[in-house]
Structure formats: C-alpha cells, structure tokens
C-alpha cells in the first residue's frame, strides 16, 4: 500500500540552472532534506548547456546575476557588460562552490518520469537510469528554453562531418578554421554563432527560413572605475529592476510615438539603436508593442538600418522580416551581424525562396542543387516553454498526464502550480513573468519556500491549486495579452514550433503583463492565507 510509503527527501528539484540552484539554498535555510537532480555533469542549466560561439548575455551581466548575497555581488568582478558563456559559467560555479550545493545534487541524472502517490501524498521520480527516489514536494527547475529540438527534415543524422545542435555544444573546442560550414537558423543563437563562425570558416553558408529583427548589443570591457560604480549602484539597480515592466534596466517611455514630431521620433530611433542593450525592445515608446501605426515606425527605421549597413540590397531584403514586426518577436542582439553578409567567404540561402529537400552524407540540398560541408550547426531552438514538461512523464492524481491536460495549452494557477498536481512547483513555468529571468527565478522560488514553510509551520502535507483558481488566473493571462501584437505572431513566446509535431497553433505560454503587477497579484495571493490552494 503507498500509504506505507515515506517519502526519501522533504523536496526534489529537477535541474541545477540558476532557479534549481537557488531553490536548494532557499529550502536548504530551512531546514529541510532537498535533492536536485540534474542531467548533465555540472551546474549552470542553459550556461552550461548552450556552449556555441557566441553565446553571451542580452542583459547587462550586473543585472543577471543573483541580488540574494551581499557578499556574492560584492566578491564577483564581471568583465563585460553583457558576458560570454565561459564567463557565466565560471560564474554559476563560483556560486556553487561558495554556497557548498553540490553536496545536494546528483549529476547525470536525467529524470524519465514524476508520478503523484496519491494515498502517499508525495511524489515518485525515476530517473533514467532507473533509480527510484520520493518527496513530499516535487519542483521544476527545468527552463522555458531547455528542451531543444531538430528540423524535421530528411536525412538528418545521415551527414557524415560534423554536426552540432547550439543547445548539445561539445565541452571540447570546434574548429571552424578554412572550414566549409553551414548553419541553420537565424533566431537568437543562430545569429551569435554565425557571428563567430564567421570570423574563420573558409566558407559559411547560412540557411535562413525566417529572418528576425535584431540590434545591436554594443558591448564593452568594465574598467575598474565602472565596476566600482556598478557594485556602489547595486541597491538602486535592483530596486529598479523590480519596478520597470519586465524587470530589464529599460522599460518603455511613456511618450506615445505620435506624441511627438517626426524628427524628434528619428532622434530617438536613432538613440536607442545606438546604446547598449535592449533599450531599443524594451525602453521605446509605450506603444509599439500594441499599436499597428507606431510600431510600423520603428519596424521602417530598422529596416532602413539593415539597408545601410548590408551592400547587396538583394541580400538585406532577405534579411528584413516581412511577417511580424519590431519587437515582436524577442529582439536578438548582434554585434556587426549584418555585416558579415557583406564578407566574400559568407552567403546567405533564403530556404523559403529553395527549401532544403534533405541533408546528405555529405551536405545539404536545396530545391537548387547541392552543397558539400564539413560542419553543420543546426541553430534550430527548442520546444520552448511547454517543451522540457512534455519531455517527462508527469502525472499528477488519479495518474493524469499532465501532457494531456495542457493539450489545448497550458492552464496554471500564477505559472506556479497545476490543479491536479498536487505539491508540485514550477520555477519559471508557463504563465509566468519572464522578462529578465533571474529576476523572475529569484521571486518565483521566494514565493515556492514561503508556501512550503508556511505548510511545514502548519503542519501540512497537501498543496493543490483550486479548479477556480486556475480558470480564473488563465483567464486573466489571456485577457492581459490581448491586444499585444507579439501574440498575434507565431514564436517561441506563442508557443509555435514547427520542428515539434502538434505545435503549430498559437497559445498563450506567458504572463504578457508587468512583473510588478504579477508580483503584487502573487503577493496577495500569499498575505491572505493561499485561499485558492487546496491544503490539507
């Protein structure tokens, strides 16, 4: 009978990426037996993982790092202002070291499935190895953006040269060095590898289906004054990450773009194209974003950007987007992108224009005729969002799958739980604010420890979101993203993959609002004794 069952840990976390990280120290504190269970051989999820040339922050370094430690912000030196992988790495292991959590992780550890006991009231993971452990509580530390995926196209897997995913980088350098290398994809990672790639291969082919609007980053060292001065601000900078809509050092102005003259709109434009950052998505006028007129401006200006920065106008055509505009698709930051268009050893296929009829041992062919590599880097995404839960079998009471209950798309209450799946937590899950996301990781597992040390205080076993709760919570994320134009476009934010079968309908994955309004809404929620939680 599982009514025998007692459970081997308090809480079981599935993965050691920055919110895994976090929530073990925060449950650690108190006192409570916590394991996470993690799938590849280090901490650091998506820093650890996504090694390609290239990868690097979009937020400013100061802003992504965690705000919970005084001695940590104070003892931490970053080198940019937006850093590289190696550095965020050494980073996130630095944290682990300094915070002794690896003691409470199990590495190479994939988890297979997560099954609700019900009598028991805990949870049963089983890794792929088979290993069979339970806990009281079960949290997701799995990411919006870990769960990549492969073109369906035919004869992938038959090239016999190398072939990477951006997401399954080698932790052995790639050299590209007077190589012939294709990449598929010019989404966020695509656009930063290629940048690299770039800089050695003997010949790159890029093979884009679906150009994005991207800006540049304008990146640079941090001398000893700036660091003095960024460590000084932290305080400030982090009150005002908490305050500004998607918790980024930027958020809109609060000028209308018709509110002012068309030459103060170009200067404007012209401002933000030129700073650092996400200013240009993220600080512009309050209505670009909504409105189909203003955001038709800025859209023209970027356009008129890429123009003058790529020589072959035939070439900059292509890379201008034609089916969504300005922002509304996340923003990928380049440094000098467009310009390696303008290189003799970089050509770009327009895959719309001749489709890539399969990849061969030897390359790729197109409607178009052939073409041999030595490299492939498929730059191709992840199944984002929804993805990295469908890839584990999670049932929740009466053995439901949790795959089937989020078939139409995913229902939750705050992002945080699921009806149905009692005492598990998600981190960063459907439904939440994402925005600058350790922003979002550090409130998300605040808000998970407070419930469960309120259910230990009490003396509680069982934690379920209300059916009401849930219906009235994804009514409210639906209504609070209407009228945006980014959930009009089909996009990773919309939870559109068309390398996944059955995801090709556009759903409402996140919390389109602000994260001060998302916080307030969670905080209420916590003030009043979690009316909507069923406990016991």
């Not at 959930?487 to 090709?504: D, I, M, P």
């Given at each position: 009978?599982?009514?025998?069952?007692?459970?081997?840990?308090?809480?079981?976390?599935?993965?050691?990426?920055?919110?895994?990280?976090?929530?073990?120290?925060?449950?650690?504190?108190?006192?409570?037996?916590?394991?996470?269970?993690?799938?590849?051989?280090?901490?650091?999820?998506?820093?650890?993982?996504?090694?390609?040339?290239?990868?690097r922050?979009d937020?400013?370094?100061?802003?992504y790092?965690?705000?919970?430690?005084?001695?940590?912000?104070?003892?931490?030196?970053?080198?940019?202002?937006?850093?590289?992988?190696?550095?965020?790495?050494?980073?996130?292991?630095?944290?682990?070291?300094?915070?002794?959590?690896?003691?409470?992780?199990?590495?190479?550890?994939?988890?297979?499935?997560?099954?609700?006991?019900?009598?028991?009231?805990?949870?049963?993971?089983?890794?792929?190895?088979?290993?069979?452990?339970?806990?009281?509580?079960?949290?997701?530390?799995?990411?919006?953006?870990?769960?990549?995926?492969?073109?369906?196209?035919?004869?992938?897997?038959?090239?016999?040269?190398?072939?990477?995913?951006?997401?399954?980088?080698?932790?052995?350098?790639?050299?590209?060095?007077?190589?012939?290398?294709?990449?598929?994809g010019?989404?966020?990672?695509?656009?930063?590898?290629?940048?690299?790639?770039?800089?050695?291969?003997?010949?790159?082919?890029?093979?884009?289906?679906?150009?994005?609007?991207?800006?540049?980053?304008?990146?640079?060292?941090?001398?000893?004054?700036?660091?003095?001065?960024?460590?000084?601000?932290?305080?400030?900078?982090?009150?005002?990450?908490?305050?500004?809509?998607?918790?980024?050092?930027?958020?809109?102005?609060?000028?209308?773009?018709?509110?002012?003259?068309?030459?103060?709109?170009?200067?404007?434009?012209?401002?933000?194209?030129?700073?650092?950052?996400?200013?240009?998505?993220?600080?512009?006028?309050?209505?670009?974003?909504?409105?189909?007129?203003?955001?038709?401006?800025?859209?023209?200006?970027?356009?008129?950007?890429?123009?003058?920065?790529?020589?072959?106008?035939?070439?900059?055509?292509k890379?201008?987007?034609?089916?969504?505009?300005?922002?509304?698709?996340?923003?990928?930051?380049?440094?000098?992108?467009?310009?390696?268009?303008?290189?003799?050893?970089?050509?770009?296929?327009?895959?719309?224009?001749?489709?890539?009829?399969?990849?061969?041992?030897?390359?790729?062919?197109?409607?178009?005729?052939?073409?041999?590599?030595?490299?492939?880097?498929?730059?191709?995404?992840?199944?984002?969002?929804?993805?990295?839960?469908?890839r584990?079998?999670?049932?929740?009471?009466?053995?439901?799958?949790?795959?089937?209950?989020?078939?139409?798309g995913?229902?939750?209450?705050?992002?945080?739980?699921?009806?149905g799946?009692?005492?598990?937590?998600m981190l960063?899950?459907?439904?939440?604010?994402?925005?600058?996301?350790?922003?979002?990781?550090?409130?998300?597992?605040?808000?998970?420890?407070?419930?469960?040390?309120?259910?230990?205080?009490?003396?509680?076993?069982?934690?379920?979101?209300?059916?009401?709760?849930?219906?009235?919570?994804?009514?409210?994320?639906?209504?609070?993203?209407?009228?945006?134009?980014s959930?009009?476009?089909?996009?990773?934010?919309?939870?559109?993959?068309?390398?996944?079968?059955?995801?090709?309908t556009?759903?409402?994955?996140?919390?389109?609002?602000?994260?001060?309004?998302?916080?307030?809404?969670c905080?209420?929620?916590?003030?009043?004794?979690?009316?909507?939680?069923?406990?016991?």
């Open positions: 009978m599982t009514t025998d069952i007692t459970p081997d840990y308090d809480a079981i976390i599935i993965g050691a990426g920055m919110s895994g990280m976090y929530q073990l120290l925060r449950l650690r504190e108190l006192g409570l037996k916590v394991l996470v269970l993690e799938a590849g051989s280090g901490v650091g999820g998506t820093w650890y993982w996504n090694r390609y040339p290239g990868a922050f937020s400013e370094s100061y802003s790092g965690y705000s919970f430690s005084q001695d940590l912000l104070n003892e931490w030196n970053w080198s940019e202002h937006f850093a590289a992988q190696p550095e965020t790495l050494r980073y996130l292991n630095h944290v682990a070291d300094k915070f002794d959590l690896r003691r409470d992780i199990v590495f190479h550890s994939r988890v297979r499935a997560a099954h609700y006991l019900d009598d028991a009231r805990c949870w049963e993971i089983t890794s792929e190895d088979g290993t069979i452990r339970r806990a009281r509580f079960l949290v997701t530390a799995i990411g919006p953006l870990s769960a990549p995926t492969m073109p369906r196209i035919e004869g992938v897997g038959s090239f016999k040269g190398e072939a990477y995913h951006t997401a399954n980088w080698p932790h052995t350098p790639v050299d590209f060095a007077g190589k012939r290398v294709a990449v598929i010019t989404g966020s990672t695509g656009v930063q590898t290629i940048q690299e790639v770039s800089k050695t291969a003997g010949h790159l082919t890029v093979f884009q289906r679906t150009p994005n609007w991207c800006a540049p980053l304008h990146n640079s060292k941090i001398d000893d004054a700036t660091q003095a001065q960024v460590k000084a601000n932290y305080p400030e900078m982090f009150a005002r990450c908490r305050e500004t809509f998607a918790c980024f050092l930027h958020t809109p102005d609060p000028r209308g773009t018709f509110e002012v003259s068309k030459e103060e709109r170009e200067a404007f434009f012209e401002k933000l194209y030129a700073s650092p950052g996400f200013g240009i998505w993220q600080g512009n006028f309050r209505d670009i974003l909504v409105d189909r007129a203003a955001n038709a401006e800025i859209t023209d200006f970027v356009a008129r950007q890429i123009r003058q920065r790529v020589k072959d106008q035939a070439v900059a055509e890379l201008i987007p034609k089916n969504h505009g300005f922002g509304t698709r996340r923003v990928p930051l380049e440094t000098r992108y467009y310009e390696v268009y303008n290189q003799p050893n970089v050509e770009l296929v327009d895959i719309k224009e001749t489709p890539i009829v399969r990849i061969t041992p030897t390359g790729i062919e197109t409607s178009a005729g052939a073409y041999e590599f030595d490299i492939i880097v498929y730059a191709t995404g992840f199944d984002a969002i929804t993805g990295s839960f469908d584990i079998d999670i049932r929740g009471a009466g053995g439901q799958r949790l795959k089937d209950k989020w078939a139409q995913p229902q939750t209450f705050l992002g945080v739980q699921v009806e799946f009692p005492n598990m937590m960063v899950g459907p439904h939440t604010a994402l925005g600058n996301i350790p922003r979002s990781i550090e409130y998300n597992v605040d808000w998970v420890t407070r419930l469960i040390r309120t259910m230990r205080d009490r003396h509680l076993t069982f934690a379920d979101a209300k059916p009401e709760a849930v219906a009235a919570w994804t009514e409210h994320v639906k209504n609070i993203g209407a009228g945006l134009l959930n009009e476009v089909s996009s990773w934010f919309t939870g559109v993959n068309s390398n996944v079968e059955g995801k090709q556009r759903i409402i994955a996140r919390y389109s609002g602000s994260a001060p309004a998302y916080r307030a809404w905080d209420e929620v916590a003030d009043k004794g979690y009316r909507e939680l069923e406990l016991a």
